[in-house]
């Protein structure tokens, strides 16, 4: 057993593009590549040949992204052969997953450099169908979305645990009281952060542009709406219940775009070059699904508990944002400055494309520590069927 620690030395994304929109041509596995081509020209010492493994997230896989996406990614990239590649499915959280599972790689010993990050096209996820048990069944066959959300649910599951994600989040709000009034204010101060971040350039180095085989090139995330005001997002109707809290605008959209996180050993800042980033925790939390919005509260605390450290001593959080109300009620449970939560935008502005966002909102605090000079961050997102994923980072610029 190793006592290595793992380092992010690079992150990458692409933008997050609308549903159908700027990027709704480019297939999941081609996003991929792309990211993959990113942040390997971050490092250009690095022979490609010595990754010891690719470990992608992706959340759906019933479509251009099946038969193992970080594979296929890898290859359609350029990379050697010889470098082997993983897909893991653990939904929203697939892409932190990935990182996850890659440090671990490295605190063992078992590997040296491992890409990590994630994928999800939601416009392009397709319609499927459940086979028939026996040919030519007389009644009709329903085509399902795989977008988001249940789908084919055994019957045996309990109603409660497969309301939809909506359902779920009403119900928090319910149970912590908290207001559509907290919600749009929430919503709106994600795409005010995130034009400004835009507008400074703290993305500029982070998020590599796309250009389709037709259409324009997309550099920026198209969800971002800088005119979002409480007062806009207040005229939106709900969209779960009639008497709902919960609008398009306090939500995450639906979207497309990938992520990549470079992970490596000490030894390998020899190559690298110094890193952004130490992983110093790591928690997993899990609870009834219809109460997946509020997992990353236990997971986070358990991520700190590893690391060593208290809430006192977190300086930035990045929670991907599904929803304003789950965010709210994370927020509100941990001890900390709402201030130092999303100081570049959020999931509501900046998009939610599943596997992807683990990465983002990773490679994204490593930069924000930085930046800011903080030393311990915290990422953490839910995660649908109830669970939760954490991540404590530690800026080694400040480690001292």
Not at 96 to 103: K, Q, V
Not at 219 to 230: F, Y
Not at 362 to 390: F, N, P, S
């Amino acid at each position: 057993m190793s006592d290595e620690s793992a380092y992010v030395y690079a992150a990458r994304r692409t933008p997050f593009g609308k549903f159908n929109g700027g990027l709704a041509d480019v297939r999941p596995d081609d996003l991929a590549a792309h990211v993959i081509r990113a942040v390997l020209a971050d490092v250009p010492d690095l022979d490609p040949a010595t990754i010891d493994d690719v470990v992608w997230g992706n959340a759906n896989g019933a479509g251009e992204e099946n038969r193992n996406v970080g594979r296929m990614a890898a290859l359609l990239a350029g990379l050697p052969t010889s470098v082997s590649g993983t897909t893991i499915n653990r939904l929203c959280g697939s892409g932190l997953d990935a990182a996850m599972m890659a440090s671990r790689q490295i605190e063992t010993g078992d590997a040296d450099i491992v890409l990590t990050g994630g994928v999800e096209s939601m416009t392009r996820a397709p319609w499927v169908l459940p086979k028939p048990s026996r040919a030519y069944p007389a009644r009709d066959v329903t085509a399902v979305s795989t977008t988001l959300g249940w789908r084919l649910v055994n019957p045996a599951m309990p109603k409660e645990w497969t309301v939809s994600l909506g359902e779920g989040n009403e119900q928090l709000q319910e149970r912590f009281g908290i207001s559509r009034e907290r919600q749009d204010a929430f919503a709106a101060r994600s795409h005010q952060l995130a034009q400004s971040a835009w507008e400074s350039g703290f993305y500029d180095d982070l998020v590599s542009s796309v250009t389709p085989a037709k259409g324009d090139a997309v550099v920026r995330d198209e969800s971002i709406r800088p005119t979002s005001t409480v007062e806009v997002l207040s005229g939106l109707k709900p969209a779960f219940r009639p008497d709902g809290t919960i609008t398009a605008g306090n939500a995450s959209p639906l979207n497309d775009g990938a992520s990549a996180v470079l992970l490596g050993s000490e030894a390998a800042s020899k190559t690298l070059g110094d890193p952004a980033a130490r992983i110093v925790g790591r928690g997993i939390m899990a609870l009834e699904p219809q109460s997946f919005g509020y997992a990353p509260v236990e997971a986070a605390n358990r991520a700190l508990a590893r690391a060593g450290i208290g809430w006192d001593q977190v300086g930035r959080v990045e929670l991907n944002e599904a929803f304003a109300v789950q965010s709210l009620a994370c927020v509100d449970a941990w001890p900390i400055d709402p201030e130092i939560v999303n100081t570049r935008g959020g999931a509501i502005a900046i998009g939610h494309p599943l596997g992807a966002s683990g990465g983002r909102i990773l490679g994204t605090l490593a930069k924000v520590l930085r930046e800011d000079k903080q030393r311990y961050g915290v990422a953490a997102i839910c995660i649908g069927v109830g669970q939760g994923l954490a991540v404590v980072l530690e800026n080694p610029e400040v480690s001292s």
